[in-house]
């Protein structure tokens, strides 16, 4: 008899960001393994509107709260990233970064402007139409949300589940090939307690990018790393993204990593102040 475990629900909530079918619960860890949506519940992105903008943001305005307590925090963003693209995003706390980059994942609904995430329209998006397009995004946040009941390997697999297009053979090579990529060749059987803080957290990224997400959202990914595990962490999404051409929005407090951008965006008081092309490095 399987055991039953106790899923945390912050990990419900990032399966349940991106399907349509209820998740059963709780589930045996087999039952997890083997659990997916069916196809018919899920739609695909229409490549064909894509162009090269990944995301499309124009005169994007932000408010929380209602009535008298209704706060705006967003103003007037406008902002193109391109297919390919690294993208970082700095700015003082509370400036709106995360704010920002939930609205770019479709994990908060926008409310006046315009944003188009892969091509959708997301200001007044159908909540089918919103589902759709968080499946073909990776989400790398600085909590790793990995499950502990288990090993690396399975815990990248779990990702494969949100693609009934693939195999469960495909799925155990994609894995395999993601942890490889990411360094922990040795780990894979390994639970996340066995694991440190940068190994999980290229669990994450594994998990992340195993399903090649057209658009990667990083909020503070290296904030619990030293500074050589936190650049090996980006190093790691700055080649697995080239090599997969996938754009990357990711959020930071960290000098040290800057130079992997492509281009870097400041936000201050929730208006973006700069918007600088960087010149790419060639290493
Ligand atoms: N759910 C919410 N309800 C009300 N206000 C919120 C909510 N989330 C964020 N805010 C407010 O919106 C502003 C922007 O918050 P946000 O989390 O986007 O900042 P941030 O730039 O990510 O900060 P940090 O660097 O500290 O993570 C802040 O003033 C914050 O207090
Ligand atoms: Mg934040």
Redesign the pocket.
């Known amino acids: 008899m399987p055991t039953i475990l106790s899923v945390s629900s912050h990990y419900l909530n990032y399966l349940n960001l991106q399907l349509l079918v209820p998740i059963p619960y709780p589930l045996s860890p087999n039952q997890m393994l083997t659990f997916k949506p069916k196809a018919q519940d899920l739609v695909n992105i229409d490549s064909g509107n894509l162009n090269d903008i990944v995301v499309d943001v124009q005169h994007l305005n932000h408010y929380?709260?209602k009535g008298n307590l209704k706060?705006q925090?967003l103003f007037d963003i406008n902002l193109q990233i391109g297919k390919g693209e690294i993208v970082l995003m700095t700015?003082?706390?509370?400036?709106?970064?995360?704010?920002?980059?939930?609205l770019s994942g479709g994990l908060r609904s926008p409310q006046e402007g315009s944003m188009k995430v892969l091509g959708v329209e997301m200001v007044g998006a159908s909540k089918r139409k919103v589902i759709e397009v968080r499946r073909n995004i990776g989400y790398i946040f600085q909590a790793h949300n990995l499950l502990k009941s288990l090993t690396a390997q399975q815990n990248v697999q779990m990702a494969g589940q949100l693609h009934p297009q693939m195999s469960s053979k495909e799925i155990k090579e994609r894995a395999t090939q993601m942890l490889d990529a990411v360094g922990l060749s040795e780990r894979k059987s390994y639970y996340p307690d066995n694991l440190s803080g940068g190994q999980k957290q290229r669990v994450a990224i594994a998990r992340a990018l195993m399903s090649h997400p057209k658009l990667v959202l990083a909020?503070?990914p290296t904030a619990a790393l030293d500074s050589k595990s936190g650049r090996e962490i980006v190093e790691i999404m700055q080649k697995l993204a080239k090599e997969q051409g996938t754009t990357i929005l990711m959020?930071t407090?960290d000098n040290r990593i800057l130079d992997v951008a492509d281009r870097i965006v400041h936000?201050e008081d929730?208006c973006l102040a700069q918007n600088d092309v960087l010149t790419v490095s060639d290493s």
């Open positions: 929380f709260g706060k925090v700015g003082p706390s509370g400036s709106g970064k995360t704010t920002l980059l939930t909020d503070e959020v407090h936000l929730g």
